[in-house]
């Protein structure tokens, strides 16, 4: 299969050739990886019990998909992903906040799984073959899972989409394995080595299990929705039927494994760790599928995130090829894995994370939305590719490529949000105004919307938006 040329360029439709069939597979097959599975390890690990759990998880994720699903159309439309999209509401230049905040959130997903995947394959090779647990077989593990991410990544979409075929059966049939080991230890009651509830009460542990565990998940996928829909065709394929397959397969793709992760978590007494206490009680006939569902579930994972984190590169320096990009995120990546195996806590980094992320990431989602709405869907997809063209003009140049309206909203959204954050380190100082309860993402993207709103009250005709400058036509720079 040939290496894929295309970068975020405007995709042709003779080219545009997947359905919502491939959307669905993608979303599933992908997260059915160790990466996905360890955030239902986290309301266990902040003292709750299985039924707290299992609703903080499934609330969370179900108003992430609310939020997040609709993203997937705006791509469907413009043939290119959502970061290059935006520029409709950002400017063409503006874009570049959706391009950074996608490469953060596809950076930090990518080094958690091959990190939570490299130590769950060290602790099994461990208990098969005695292999030891020291810097070299880190080392060596997180270097072979890196290589075949970086493998699948540069091949691009086609082969991405190929092994999630594969993986949503294969790792499907893994996990109902998985069941049936940690079966006998399992329990409902919240795990005593956690020594009560992480916020002091149950409600603020059950919200921050619910944007931690449960919103964070599809909220990751805000800038990655467009990868996967502007390879389908508007022409062929309505927009509700790609809406019910996004919905379809963020809620599978996301619920399966993270409620596996939670039912192992108390099935192995995993409070405090879970890749060791995993691997501890395993069964040994369960040693190999675990093995197997740690490396290619997160090379699948990894390399779908990587995948990403190149157009989005790709996007900010239009010079660089859409390979070169990903194999310069990749060596990002693959050291953000080994700081975060020997300086981070796994609970502190992932919750610290995926809460900062999603307070920065909810106010650009509800602004690209905002303006997908008022434009109905029509944009103008030659103009969007201005940057990339290294050209001025058309008509998402707003004030030299920014919507300063668009981007002052965004900036005080994410203020408010990281305002309102509670992490293990840090208590931000309106939580007094919420008992308490993190509420980062309602108040990032309810302000953010807001601000949106009242500085471009005018619904701008189809494809421009208000407070635009009058430009004449494309010149080069």
Known sequence: MPIEQRGVD???????????RDLVSILLGSNLCLGVII???LPPSFGL??????????AGTVVGTAVTAPLALISLRTATNLSTSSGAQFGVRGRLVGSVVGLLLALGYTALTVWIGGDVMIGVLGRMFGLPADGVSYAVVYALLAGATVAGAVYGYRVLLSMSKVLSIGMTVLLVLGVLA???HFTTAALPQTGGYLLGSFWPTWFLSAVAAGLSGPIAFITLLGD??????????????????TWAGLITGLLVPQLFGTFTAYGAHAALDYAGPLVQASPTWYLVPLLLAASAGSV?????MLYSMGLDLDAILPRAS???????????????VFVGHYAWNAQSAMTSFVLLLTAIGTPWAVITLIGFARCRGVYDADALQVFNRRSRGGIYWFRAGWNIRATVSWAVGAGVGLLGVSLPSYQGPLLHLTGGVDCSFLLSGAV????YLALSPRTAPAGVESGQEPVGAESRV
């Open 10 to 20: 405007t995709i042709p439709d003779e080219e545009r050739t997947s359905g919502p």
């Open 39 to 41: 955030f239902g390890w």
């Open 49 to 58: 019990g299985w039924w707290a759990s299992v609703s903080a998880i499934v």
């Open 182 to 184: 940690y079966a006998p």
């Open 228 to 245: 996967y829909t502007r390879y389908i065709s508007p022409a062929r394929h309505s927009n509700r039927r790609v809406l019910r397959a």
């Open 300 to 304: 699948g994972n990894a390399g779908l």
């Open 322 to 336: 859409r390979a070169r990009a990903t194999l310069t995120v990749a060596i990002v990546a693959t050291a953000c």
């Open 448 to 451: 953010g919307g807001l601000v």
